[in-house]
């Protein structure tokens, strides 16, 4: 009933030591997704995973990781191996994109989450401009029946999430670690809630 994408946040910023640590943001990110991948073949649902960067409007990176269709194997494990930062956050294209994918999946719940380092950031694409053009990205998603939430890691909680996101969409992991560990749980509450 449920068909999940996860779509990963692979700009720079993501090559940033973890607070207190020496792995960066987004090896733990791909060590999460190993373990989703594995606990969601297990149950069952239907899942995929991209990947986004860009700079600029007219150069926006949509990487895709897993298909719907794809079985978990080597293949997808080298590609979330080969997953490395790229260049900047242009968050709503992102999203459109994955939402746009998402809503053709045959699943009677359609989920998108987000995982994130922190704010939409590009070259013109910064501040109240990219959190309004973001914000209108996820109830683009949220109108064609896909259930937007998001993941921040690596950063304290922040007020503009709720301007992003909306107030009980989001969650803050300030401890990027945690993240394989509570990615799973979240996943949980979240098919109950939609």
Known sequence: DVAALLLVDMSRSTANPVIGGQETVLTVAKEALVLFCEALQVVGDTY????????????????????????????IQQRISAMRPQRSTRMGAAIRHAATRLATAA??????????????????????????????????????????????????????????????????????????DKLLRLYGTLTKRV
């Open 48 to 75: 995929a995973i991209a990947g986004f960067s860009g700079t600029g409007r007219h150069s926006v990176d949509y990487f895709r990781i897993k298909d719907f269709a794809e079985p978990l194997g080597p293949m």
């Open 107 to 180: 699943a009677r719940v359609r989920l998108l989450i987000v995982v994130s380092d922190g704010f939409p950031n590009d070259l013109g694409y910064k501040g109240d401009y990219a959190i309004a053009d973001t914000r209108r990205a996820v109830q683009e998603a949220r109108a064609r029946n896909v259930h937007v939430k998001a993941i921040t890691v690596n950063i304290g909680s922040d007020p503009r999430l709720d301007d992003l996101y909306g107030r009980v969409h989001h969650h803050v992991i300030a401890d990027v670690r945690d993240l394989p």
